[in-house]
């Protein structure tokens, strides 16, 4: 099956930085994943869009974060990162990285997988 793992949070104070990063793995081979991104959930708040990243490079993100975070990734390596700085208290969330489409070379397809979340926490 899709694994999606998640490391790179943590606790910083505000103003601090932080980056996260997701690596996809599958059974088998990976032959191409794509759009990848992060969403973020805060207690008692919905999951959100944090950015977003196609294959292609173009880039997408939430107005919150425009500015301060900035989304990449290698294909190569079947890694998003995140960089995050200028971080806020209110960054302080559960965030998750998704990949919406994973082909492996036998031709397999995973849709709309999740990884496990990971937690920041941005202290004021």
């Known amino acids: 099956q899709v694994q999606l793992v998640e490391s790179g949070g943590g606790l910083v104070q505000a103003g601090g930085s932080l980056r996260l990063s997701c690596a996809a793995s599958?059974?088998?081979?990976?032959?191409?994943?794509?759009?990848m991104g992060w969403y973020r959930q805060a207690p008692g708040k919905q999951r959100g869009l944090v950015a977003t990243?196609?294959?292609?490079?173009?880039?997408n993100y939430a107005d919150s974060v425009k500015g301060r975070f900035t989304i990449s990734r290698d294909n190569a390596r079947k890694t998003v990162y995140l960089q995050m700085n200028s971080l806020k208290p209110e960054d302080t969330a559960v965030y998750y990285c998704?990949?919406?489409?994973?082909?492996?070379?036998?031709?397999?397809?995973?849709?709309?997988?999740w990884g496990q979340g990971t937690q920041v926490t941005v202290s004021s």
């Open positions: 990243v196609t294959s292609g490079g173009t880039t």
């Open positions: 599958v059974s088998g081979s990976i032959f191409s994943i794509n759009a």
């Open positions: 998704n990949a919406d489409e994973i082909r492996t070379y036998a031709g397999t397809y995973y849709r709309n997988s």
